[in-house]
């Protein structure tokens, strides 16, 4: 009973914390709408959660984690003036497993977390969040961690600076949260011309005319009916087209310079103290002739907000290849994880900026949005190593 009594103390420790610091506590329900994971969240996460019908054959999931469920409490409290808003709140997400995941891989998780919502100073809104964070963290009896953060804007405004089809662009942005499909898809786009089209139709990609898209349709639909290949899945005959209009305009092109995917290649690499880092990603700006424009500035901004902060870069890495698994993050991102043990462990905690989710959930307004949330068993384990119950 000791680690459900440390488990009990802790999230007390925490929510009073959070509660301190201006956060409302709210429990969102657990049984949550699907669409608005499934839509949200990426592909790593979207695999792993708990679908299922009502008996009137609406599509719910257990909430695999709480920051969604958050943001729609807020839609549902603001649904006109779109005000700011904090909140609290501490309680389980469910995640599948597979058999042989481990025990440190529960598919039950108990979160507790903050998130705040509307306020247009961005870098003064995450400085905040990792504050309370780190204060809550410390309160509850951590003493040594280590804070590792990203900026997927500030890549993204990489990408727009370089030479490129904007379809490209966009793919690759698309590729960022998953490393090794990243480097695939960088290669093949060095060198279009020599990818063999995947589907089952790819060899009418040569004959379509990219000017003629109506035609095109016709072309691969006749193919289609033609070879018998029936429309499995989700995707229309116009999809369909779609992709194979970009596979031939692929082919047609004479690929990424090596320059322009050296320079992509060297800002990945980047990874330091925060303010060195940034200094590097500077000096490959000025020498590739690149602006970055605001998205540099805001990260300059918000490191020395930190500092201000009394947060400890002494202690803290941005990288330029940092990334989280919940693809709804479209800035500044991180994550606090045990001091150095000899190999890289778990993040505690970990949350960025999400300013896009609300719209995606249905919000008519741009509504800012950051937040975080601590993995509670990680943390316990951390402050007092492997217990017996």
């Known amino acids: 009973m000791l680690r459900l009594e440390r488990l009990e103390s802790q999230a ?42 009502d008996p009137e054959g609406q599509e719910l999931c257990l909430r695999p984690d709480i920051t969604v469920p958050t943001s729609l409490h807020y839609l549902a409290e603001h649904q ?51 504050k309370v964070t780190i204060e809550a963290l410390q309160a509850a009896g951590l003493n040594e961690f280590r804070l590792r953060m990203g900026d997927i804007e500030l890549f993204y405004a990489l990408l727009d600076a370089l030479e490129m089809p904007k379809r490209w ?45 109506k035609q095109a349709k016709e072309t691969v639909g006749a193919f289609l009916d033609k070879k ?31 320059e322009v995917v050296a320079i992509i290649n060297a800002y990945l690499q ?8 940034l200094a590097r990603i500077n000096d490959l700006k000025d020498s590739a002739g690149l602006k970055l424009g605001p998205a540099l500035k805001a990260c300059s901004r918000r490191i020395n907000l930190f500092a201000k902060a009394g947060i400890d870069l002494r202690c803290s890495e941005f990288a330029g290849n940092f990334g989280r698994q919940l693809e709804y993050y479209s800035g500044f991102m991180f994550q606090i994880e045990p001091a150095a043990t000899g190999h890289t462990p778990p993040p505690i905690a970990g949350g960025g900026r999400y300013d896009k989710l609300i719209e995606t959930l249905g919000g008519t307004q741009h509504v800012p949005a950051v ?7 990680r943390l316990l384990q951390a402050i007092y190593g492997v217990e017996d119950e």
């Open 270 to 277: 980047i990874s330091g103290p925060p303010r060195a880092a």
């Open 80 to 130: 006109t003036d779109y005000a700011t808003a904090r909140y609290c709140y501490y309680g389980p997400a469910f995640r599948y497993q597979s058999a042989d995941a481990g025990p440190e891989k529960p598919s039950e998780i108990w979160q507790a977390g903050i998130e705040s919502f509307g306020i247009d100073d961005r870098e003064k809104a995450e400085t905040e969040i990792v």
């Open 371 to 377: 937040g975080c949330t601590i993995q509670a068993e």
């Open 169 to 213: 662009r966009v793919r690759l942005k698309n590729s960022f949260w998953r490393p090794r499909s990243f480097q695939t898809l960088l290669a093949e786009l060095a060198d279009p011309s020599g990818k063999e089209p995947r589907e089952p139709c790819g060899k009418q990609v040569p004959c379509l005319d990219l000017n003629a898209p």
């Open 12 to 53: 007390r420790s925490l929510m009073a914390t959070f509660r301190k610091n201006g956060f409302l506590a709210i429990d969102p329900p657990i049984i949550q709408p699907a669409d608005a994971f499934l839509n949200s969240v990426g592909e790593d996460l979207r695999i792993r959660t708990y679908v299922f019908s």
């Open 228 to 258: 018998k290949i029936p429309m499995i899945g989700v995707r229309t005959l116009d999809e369909i087209t779609q992709r194979l209009l970009e596979q031939a305009a692929d082919q047609r092109e004479s690929g990424l310079s090596s």
